[in-house]
Nanobody, 116 residues
């Protein structure tokens, strides 16, 4: 079965960096685009970034461009989200996501809190 497990969240100060990881299993990882979403308290879940199966193409939400970088290692079945210059408004639970066979799978999420 498809499993997605996020890790790397935590409490950081504004301006700091953090890298999230999402370990995937149960499907042919290198054949699927992967996405990162986030959900802040009281807000809807929003798309952060998407990466193509081979990692050759990426896209970002406007508010993350230039600060966040999505990448993947198909040898490790892992997708990453490097987050730099973090702001308090980046505080959210971050989820990785894959759409496979008409179904959407989510991990349990990683909490990122940006606060001084």
């Amino acid at each position: 079965q498809v499993q997605l497990v996020e890790s790397g969240g935590g409490l950081v100060q504004p301006g700091a960096s953090l890298r999230l990881s999402c370990a995937a299993s149960g499907f042919t990882f290198s054949s699927f685009a992967m996405k990162w979403y986030r959900q802040a308290p009281g807000k809807e879940r929003e798309l952060v970034a998407i990466i193509a199966p081979a990692g050759t193409s990426t896209n970002y939400a406007d508010s993350m461009k230039g600060r966040f970088t999505i990448s993947r290692d198909n040898t490790k079945n892992t997708v990453y989200l490097q987050m730099n210059s973090l702001k308090p408004e980046d505080t959210a639970v971050y989820y990785c996501n894959v759409r496979k066979g008409g179904l959407v799978y989510w991990g349990r999420g990683a909490q990122v809190t940006v606060s001084s």
